[in-house]
Every structure is written in structure tokens, then in C-alpha cells.
């Protein structure tokens, strides 16, 4: 039976000339347990993030021919999040392939966001070493590009569209500020206020801090008469 590492080559479409390269970007913290001679994917994940941030600008650059920089911003915030790289990693199980120490794996690290969109980012670093741009160019279109395709047909979010309003008009970057926690602990209620210079604040409320935010941005939008 092939080892962990051989089937994550073959889901990836890629096989490492430099197993060293996948072996380390596939090394958590917790598995070395502080034995500074085992390297972890720590520098790799720096390089991967750099080159996932250079593809999807170019990409989005590309794709979206008549947008300025504020209305691609938040595209590649949405593109390059640590929850989109976690997708992309649960789409070829690199969790399976997660090099993690003991008390991790009972923690349940191999499906954690955090650790998996780390990784991912470390393996298309690894990718890029191994095999250069093109070969790194051929995972981020198999799978970005699909994700960037549909961005095309796809509104955006409340908070992103405030963003990008804000950009076009001149106005400032949107505040969000948490003002209230109301509600018990099984079902709380947040009242978030976001703040665009010069406008008036307009508040949101929801489930979550983050349901607060978006609910906060669509009441902007709506009372300064923009469509959401």
C-alpha cells in the first residue's frame, strides 16, 4: 500500500522530485515537539502565502478587466482566506497526509481550518520549489480557478460590497465595532455598528458576531440606496 505521502501526490496531480520538500510542508509544530532538527512547514507556509497572493491578484486582475482596486480587494480577501485554502486542502484529504503530533490528532487537528489552510499554503510553496511556476500555476487553476469563474456570478457579501462602495466613493475604510452582547449563552445576540467617513453609523444585529457585521453593512448599503 502506497504511504500517505505517495497518495497525496497522486490526488495533486504532482510528484515530488525533492520528497523533502512535500515531507516538511506537510510537518506541523506539534510533531516535532520541540526538536529544533525536525523542520516544520512554518517558512514554507510564508513563501506559499506570497505566491497564492501573486496567482490570484494575476488572476483577478485578469478576470476582472474593468475593476479597480477597490472592488478587487476584497476578491482576493475572499480567494486567499485561511477558510478558502482549508477548502482546498479537504478537497485532496491533506489532512490524511499531516505530519501532527499526538495530542493534536486527538484534538482533532487534521481537520482543523487553521492547520489546513497553513498547510495548504506550505504545499503549493513546496510545489512551486520542486517544480517551478508552472507546475504550482496548474493546482491554483484546477483549484482557484473555478472559485475566481464564479465570482463572476456571484454578488458579493454585504461587507465586501460596503468595501468596495466605500473604495469607489472615496469614503473611508468600513469600521466595525462590537457594542453589545445581549441574550443568554445558548442563544446570544450581538449589535455590531460599522462606521463609513463622513456617513452616520448604521447598526446590525445577529447570531454571531460576524451575522452582526454583515447585517450592519446591508443596512448601510440600503440607506445610502445601493443595492444589495
Known amino acids: 500500500m502506497a504511504d500517505p505521502i505517495a497518495r497525496l501526490e497522486q490526488r495533486i496531480g504532482y510528484v515530488f522530485t525533492d520528497k523533502r520538500l512535500i515531507e516538511r510542508a506537510l510537518t506541523h509544530g506539534s510533531f516535532a515537539e520541540g526538536r529544533k532538527t525536525i523542520p516544520t512547514y512554518e517558512r514554507l507556509e510564508f513563501l506559499g502565502d506570497r505566491v497564492l497572493g501573486l496567482m490570484t491578484a494575476e488572476a483577478l486582475f485578469k478576470s476582472f478587466d474593468k475593476a479597480d482596486e477597490g472592488a478587487l480587494a476584497p476578491r482576493l480577501n475572499s480567494m486567499v482566506r485561511k477558510e478558502t485554502c482549508a477548502d482546498v486542502a479537504r478537497a485532496v484529504d491533506l489532512g490524511a497526509a499531516l505530519r501532527i503530533g499526538k495530542s493534536e490528532e486527538k484534538g482533532g487537528g487534521r481537520n482543523k481550518t487553521s492547520i489546513l489552510g497553513d498547510a495548504c499554503e506550505s504545499l503549493m510553496a513546496a510545489i512551486y520549489l520542486d517544480g517551478g511556476r508552472a507546475a504550482v500555476q496548474a493546482f491554483f487553476d484546477h483549484h482557484w480557478g473555478p472559485r475566481i469563474e464564479a465570482l463572476k456570478a456571484k454578488p458579493l457579501d454585504a461587507k465586501s460590497a460596503l468595501q468596495e462602495w466605500a473604495a469607489k466613493t472615496g469614503r473611508g475604510v468600513p469600521r466595525y465595532e462590537l457594542t453589545e452582547r445581549s441574550g443568554p449563552d445558548h442563544r446570544p445576540v450581538f449589535t455590531v ?28 448599503l440600503k440607506r445610502e440606496g445601493q443595492h444589495v
Open 193 to 220: 455598528q460599522v462606521t463609513v467617513t463622513p456617513l452616520a453609523p448604521a447598526v446590525g444585529e445577529g447570531g454571531s458576531k460576524q451575522v452582526a457585521e454583515r447585517a450592519a453593512a446591508e443596512e448601510l
